[in-house]
């Protein structure tokens, strides 16, 4: 199984096949992921242990244990843990591509958005 560590916390794919992906996410207390979007794929958020602050569009939400959210291709979304213990979620990726390159960042805590000038795919780690 693939895994990565990320400065927020660390995912592992259970699952990739053709058209979709399936994600364990596990965001260490306090930590976000960067405010982001994808061009190629939606993605519903399962959350199962923990809370999740959502940010989808220009709404901004709480997700608690055994709820759901969804993500449509295109929209700024960002999954934050305001708890003290870590939250996991399961990701469902649905689309043509689930390349991990396929990310626009506009705004991060860990200085993972590209200075004007750079290409995108230099900074890519979700």
């Given at each position: 199984m693939e895994t990565g560590e990320r400065p927020w916390g660390r995912y592992t794919v259970l699952d990739d096949s053709g058209g979709y992906k399936i994600k364990r996410i596990v965001v260490n207390p306090g930590e976000r992921l960067s405010l982001q979007m994808h061009h190629h794929r939606s993605e519903h958020w399962i959350v199962v242990s923990g809370t999740a602050k959502v940010i989808c569009g220009a709404?901004?939400?709480?997700?608690?244990?055994?709820?759901?959210?969804?993500?449509?291709?295109?929209?700024?979304?960002?999954?934050?843990?305001?708890?003290?213990?870590?939250?996991?979620?399961?990701?469902?990726?649905?689309?043509?591509?689930?390349?991990?390159?396929?990310?626009?960042?506009?705004?991060?805590?860990?200085?993972?958005?590209?200075?004007?000038?750079?290409?995108?795919?230099?900074f890519v780690t979700e």
């Open positions: 709404e901004a939400y709480i997700v608690n244990v055994n709820e759901s959210t969804f993500i449509p291709i295109g929209v700024n979304h960002r999954l934050e843990n305001p708890g003290v213990i870590p939250l996991t979620i399961i990701e469902v990726q649905s689309g043509e591509y689930l390349g991990e390159d396929d990310i626009v960042r506009f705004d991060d805590d860990y200085n993972r958005v590209p200075e004007k000038g750079t290409r995108p795919e230099e």
